[in-house]
Structures are given as structure tokens and as C-alpha cells.
């Protein structure tokens, strides 16, 4: 079949016009990322984002700031806001994975205590209440620093350094008994203050990781 002179035109032009439909798309979204509030160096938190009294809200949303601002702030026991006014629901539990280490502010009565870098968190609601929140640190690499970062933290939060003086010995014993995948231990909870704080480590026999968790809950 023979082409006319208009069509081999036509299927001239249609690369390019393709092509230029593709670079437009690519500079409209651009501009567009320029604008987002994404790539803002201080975005405004909107009222889905932060709570009535500057805590994170424990939402997507509320991650997404935190992502973006690198803090995130909970307050826990009297003073605290209900789980609804949170995000939360009654009952249940909200977890989240931050796109960087992040540094977290918990609040308690007068106290107000501060761990960098955290990876992830859960907040746990009862009766429409915040009871727990969990934060995993993003800097412990096995058993021993593990056992390093708790020591360190024994102070701050009240435990007794003696309970971690007999893990080695245990995670020996649990190594050459063969028996299970984790061996896990707790740290505390503490006594003292308005919060009470448990560490928490979890050694698994097939990789060495050993993650650990900093659990804050209200006193009483």
C-alpha cells in the first residue's frame, strides 16, 4: 500500500510530539514538587497533623510531619489528650516506621525525656486512652550493644543496672540449650515519676539481631 506524502509527515512529527508531551509532564510535575509541602524547609502542621497541644498526631498524617519535621512529641498519662483526640481509636494500637531516625519527646507530668534516633513507634489506646508507647531505637546492631544502650539509659529512667548484670550468662544458657528462635529480657519498669519506663530486648539465634524497645507508660 502506498503512503501519501501527508501520512509519512504525520508519522514524522509523531515521535517528537510524543517526546514533548513526556518533557512537559516531567516540568509540570516539577514545579509541582517545588511547591509541595513535602520539599518546604519548615512546613506549617495542619490540624490533622499536630494536636490541640503540640503532640504529634498518631496518625498517617501526624507520620508524615514527623517524617518531615524529624520529632515527634507524645504526652502520656494526666494531662494527656483521649486517644480519639490523638487519631486512635478506643481501643487498638497505631504503628509507624519513620523514613529517618527521628527524635522523640515524651512528656509525663513535669518530665519530659528524649531519645534520638527512633525508627518506628506503636501507640496503644484503652478505654480512649493513650496506656502505651513504644519507641525502637535505630542504634543498637547486636547483643552487646544491645546490653550497652539499656546500661546507659539505666539512670535516666530509674532501673536497677542489676538486671542487666546476668543477661549474658542467660543468653548463654538459652544459646546452648538449643530451645526456641528469641531469647527475650526486660529491663525495669521503673517506679519513680509520673511514667513508668520498660526496656525490652529480643536476640534471635538464627541472625545475633538483637533490637530493643523503650516502652513508656502512666505511673500507677
Not at 18 to 29: H, K, N, Q, R, T
Not at 184 to 189: D, E, L, Q, R, S
Amino acid at each position: 500500500m502506498a503512503v501519501s506524502a501527508r501520512t509519512r509527515t504525520l508519522l514524522t512529527w509523531l515521535p517528537a510530539t510524543i517526546l514533548a508531551i513526556i518533557i512537559a509532564g516531567i516540568v509540570l510535575a516539577s514545579v509541582a514538587m517545588e511547591r509541595s509541602w513535602w520539599t518546604q524547609e519548615d512546613p506549617p502542621a495542619s490540624a490533622d497533623q499536630k494536636a490541640s497541644d503540640g503532640s504529634s498526631m498518631l496518625t498517617d498524617a501526624g507520620f508524615d510531619y514527623v517524617n518531615v519535621e524529624g520529632v515527634v512529641r507524645v504526652r502520656v498519662g494526666e494531662g494527656g489528650l483521649s486517644a480519639a483526640e490523638l487519631g486512635l481509636p478506643e481501643d487498638g494500637e497505631k504503628t509507624a516506621e519513620f523514613r529517618r531516625p527521628v527524635r522523640a519527646l515524651v512528656a509525663a507530668g513535669d518530665e519530659v525525656h528524649v531519645l534520638d534516633d527512633i525508627s518506628g513507634l506503636t501507640a496503644v489506646a484503652e478505654d480512649g486512652r493513650l496506656v502505651a508507647v513504644s519507641l525502637r531505637p535505630d542504634v543498637v546492631s547486636g547483643w552487646s550493644g544491645a546490653i550497652g544502650y539499656l546500661r546507659a539509659l539505666a539512670p535516666d529512667f530509674g532501673w536497677d543496672a542489676a538486671q542487666l548484670d546476668p543477661l549474658d550468662s542467660e543468653l548463654s544458657e538459652f544459646n546452648r540449650s538449643d530451645q526456641g528462635d528469641t531469647f527475650t529480657a526486660t529491663i525495669g519498669p521503673s517506679t519513680a515519676g509520673a511514667v513508668s519506663v520498660t526496656g525490652q530486648l529480643e536476640f534471635d539465634r538464627a541472625t545475633g539481631a538483637t533490637p530493643v524497645t523503650i516502652t513508656f507508660a502512666p505511673a500507677g
